[in-house]
């Protein structure tokens, strides 16, 4: 035994080679009822199932599957390495292919982000509309992976329309500390409306972003989609997005 054999000097790391973003499509799609509940509890017990689903549907698998923690805050989360797991906050954006981003709603907004460089996915409900949750996600894009708002292409999600959208008492107690939200709001007979489409589209437009489309249904209205307000309790719709890889699988023999 050698006593005084130096400790090894820990071997350096190589810095971490930059990730450059690969050529890639975007596949996304909220689920219906039909597709069963994804709420959180079931999320974790079905990944195996939501995987045959996205390689049936979109004939690409996805090799990790993330998801939003959601809190109704106004936190975006990069998500580079992280397996297969929650991330804290309601947005999530990465350029890495294969990892299918989701997050899960009933009336809620899911808004999809979509461009050549990288992608992201929100759940955004009247505070992240109010908060900025949208916009801060767009510039989260541009920072992280210089995606200009004028190449960015935003969906709107199924979620419950400004005609169905009929505020609650803690909806008042809300927006009564957030006078700026009152534009986007309506009276109709003895009720008051919010409109997330509303708010949120007027603040891509002050961003640059203008390809911007929504799914025309409404979840409170439409039979196939869970809406908490309808009556389906914590049952949820699944939503999602992912780089697909467009480089031909490598073969194991070659
Ligand atoms: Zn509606």
């Given at each position: 035994?050698?006593?005084n ?14 990730a ?9 799609g ?7 509940d ?36 106004s ?28 997050v ?6 899911p ?35 210089s ?6 292409s935003?969906?709107f ?48 437009a ?49």
């Open positions: 035994m050698h006593a054999v130096k400790p090894k000097p820990k071997a350096k790391l190589a810095p971490k080679p930059k450059e973003p690969q050529p890639a499509v975007t596949i996304l909220t689920t219906e009822q039909a597709d069963g994804w709420q959180l509890l079931q999320l974790e017990k079905r990944l195996d199932q939501l995987t045959r689903m996205i390689q049936l549907r979109h004939r690409n698998r996805p090799e990790r599957i993330v998801w939003a923690q959601q809190g109704h805050t936190k975006v989360s990069r998500v580079d390495d992280q397996p297969t797991g929650p991330i804290p906050g309601d947005a999530l954006v990465t350029n890495q292919t294969g990892v299918l981003l989701t899960r709603t009933a009336d809620c907004m808004v999809f982000f979509e461009s050549e460089k990288a992608v992201g996915i929100a759940h955004v409900g009247m505070a992240g509309a109010v908060e900025g949750l949208v916009p801060k996600t767009v510039r989260a894009l541009k920072r992280y992976y995606v200009k708002p004028e190449k960015l935003v969906r999600g199924p979620h419950i329309c400004a005609s169905c959208y009929r505020m609650s008492v803690n909806n008042d107690d809300y927006l009564a500390k957030h006078p700026e939200a009152a534009k986007y709001v309506t009276s109709r007979g003895h009720h008051r409306y919010f409109s997330m489409m509303d708010i949120i589209s007027e603040q891509l002050e961003l640059g972003v203008t390809t911007m489309a929504a799914d025309s249904r409404c979840t409170y209205h439409s039979a196939g989609l869970f809406s908490a307000r309808r009556g389906h309790g914590d049952q949820r719709q699944l939503s999602f997005i992912m780089r697909a890889s467009t480089s031909p699988p490598v073969d194991p023999n070659a």
